[in-house]
C-alpha cells in the first residue's frame, strides 16, 4: 500500500483552511492595519459581542491567551495563596499553572475513564474549608457532566470556573460550555477548534461585577486610566487577532460538523479492534478538538507509527500531580489511578476541519498494523 502523503497528512492542517477563507481573512486583516487601532478598540468589541452570543453568555472579555483567561478568571474570584481549587490532573499544563501562580492549591481528584474529565462523583470528598473554586477541564471537547458539578457548587457556595480552552461549540444538555459555571476560559491558540493567527483568548461569565473585574484586571486593574484600584496584568485580545476570529467564529459550527464527521469515520473504521475509540456521553456534544483513542502497548505503537512518519500525538504524557514544576503541591504516584493509567494509553490521531476520508483510511490501516506488530513484540 502507498504511504500516506505524509507532506499533507499533519496532526492539524492550519494552511488548507486559511486558503479557504483566505480572501475574507485578508481583507479583514488590511482593514485593521489601515484603521490604525492595534490595541482593543471596535474589532475586538464586535468580536466579543459574537462570542457572547455565540456562547449564550452575558459578557465576554478578551486576553492575550486561553492561559490568561483562566489566571485572570481566578484572580476575578479573588484567589489568594493557601486557597484550594479542586480540579483535574490530567490535562495541559495551564490548568495547574495559573492556580499556581496565584500561590493557589491544586486538589487533583481522578477522572471518568471513558471520558477523560473530571470525575463529578469524586469531588465532593476533596472539599474542604479552603475550597475556593472547582476547576473542570473539557478535555479533547467533551463536555464534563456539569449538573452534579453545578449542585455541589450551590451547595457548598463554591465557583466553577471552566476551562474551556479545547471545547469552543461544545454543549453539555444544549449549552455552550464555557458559560456554565461563575466564569469560564477560552483559548485561540492556532491549532484549537476556533483557532486565532497567533495567541488569544477570552473570559466569559454572566456575573456584572465579575465581569467588571476581570475588564479591569486585564487593563492593569483599571476602569480610568492611570487610576489602577487592583492589582492586575497586562493582557488584551490584539485587534488583527479579533478581526480574524470574527470572521473564523462564521465557520466554525461548520468546522465542528466536520470534526464530527472525521470522528465517526475514525470510529466506524476502527470498530471490532483492538483500539478503545472514544465516547460521546448522551449529554453531550462532543467537538473532537481531539480524536483520542486508548491502546494497550501505546508506546510500541506510537514508536511504529513515527517510523512510518504517520502524525499522532500524545496528550498528556505526564499527569500534572508528577510534573517536577509542581513537586510543591503534587501528589505520589499512585495516587490518581485512573489518570495515570490514561496518560499511559491515549494516543490522538490526526484530526481537524480539513481531513479527507482517505487519509483516515490510511492512518487506520498504519495503526492496526502497528498494533499487531506491538502485540507480537511485547
Ligand atoms: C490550550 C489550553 C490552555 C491554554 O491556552 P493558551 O491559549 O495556549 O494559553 C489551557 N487549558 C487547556 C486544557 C488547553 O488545552
Redesign the pocket.
Given at each position: 500500500m502507498p504511504d500516506v502523503e505524509s507532506k499533507k497528512l499533519q496532526m492539524v492542517d492550519l494552511v488548507t483552511q486559511y486558503q479557504s477563507i483566505k480572501k475574507e481573512i485578508d481583507e479583514t486583516v488590511l482593514h485593521v492595519l489601515e484603521s490604525g487601532q492595534y490595541i482593543l478598540g471596535k474589532a475586538v468589541e464586535d468580536f466579543e459581542k459574537a462570542c457572547a452570543s455565540y456562547l449564550g453568555v452575558k459578557h465576554a472579555i478578551g486576553c492575550a491567551?486561553?492561559?490568561?483567561a483562566?489566571q485572570v478568571g481566578l484572580m476575578a474570584l479573588g484567589i489568594k495563596p493557601g486557597d484550594e481549587i479542586v480540579t483535574t490532573s490530567f490535562?495541559?499544563v495551564?490548568?495547574t499553572e495559573t492556580i499556581v501562580l496565584l500561590g493557589g492549591v491544586p486538589v487533583y481528584v481522578d477522572i471518568d475513564p471513558k471520558t477523560f474529565n473530571i470525575d463529578p462523583a469524586r469531588i465532593e470528598s476533596a472539599i474542604t474549608k479552603r475550597t475556593k473554586a472547582i476547576l473542570p477541564?473539557h478535555?479533547y471537547g467533551h463536555p464534563c457532566d456539569m449538573d452534579p458539578i453545578r449542585e455541589l457548587s450551590q451547595k457548598y457556595g463554591i465557583p466553577i470556573v471552566e476551562?474551556a480552552?479545547?471545547a469552543m461549540g461544545a454543549e453539555y444538555k444544549g449549552k455552550m460550555v464555557g458559560g456554565i459555571g461563575a466564569v469560564g476560559?477560552i483559548?485561540?491558540?492556532p491549532s484549537?477548534n476556533l483557532g486565532a493567527y497567533g495567541?488569544g483568548?477570552m473570559v466569559v461569565t454572566n456575573d456584572d461585577r465579575l465581569a467588571e473585574l476581570i475588564r479591569m484586571i486585564t487593563i492593569h486593574g483599571s476602569r480610568i486610566r492611570y487610576r489602577h484600584e487592583i492589582l492586575g496584568v497586562n493582557s488584551r485580545l490584539d485587534a488583527l487577532q479579533a478581526a480574524i476570529l470574527s470572521v473564523k467564529l462564521k465557520y466554525l459550527d461548520m468546522w465542528n460538523k466536520a470534526r464530527r464527521s472525521s470522528a465517526e469515520i475514525y470510529t466506524r473504521l476502527l470498530s471490532g479492534r483492538d483500539v478503545v475509540t472514544p465516547s460521546e456521553d448522551e449529554y453531550a456534544h462532543h467537538i473532537f478538538h481531539q480524536y483520542t483513542v486508548r491502546l494497550k502497548h501505546r508506546d510500541a505503537v506510537a514508536r511504529v507509527l513515527a517510523s512510518k512518519s504517520i502524525p499522532h500525538a500524545i496528550y498528556y504524557p505526564i499527569p500534572l500531580h508528577l510534573q517536577e514544576a509542581f513537586k510543591s503541591v503534587g501528589k505520589p504516584k499512585g495516587s490518581l489511578p485512573i489518570t495515570e493509567q490514561a496518560t499511559e494509553e491515549v494516543l490522538s490521531l490526526p484530526m481537524h476541519s480539513e481531513l479527507a476520508e482517505d487519509q483516515q483510511r490510511s492512518v487506520v490501516d498504519h495503526l492496526l498494523r502497528a498494533v499487531e506488530q506491538s502485540k507480537s513484540v511485547s
Open positions: 491567551s486561553g492561559t490568561d483562566l490535562t495541559f495551564a490548568t477541564v478535555l476551562d480552552a479545547q476560559a483559548s485561540f491558540f484549537k495567541d483568548g
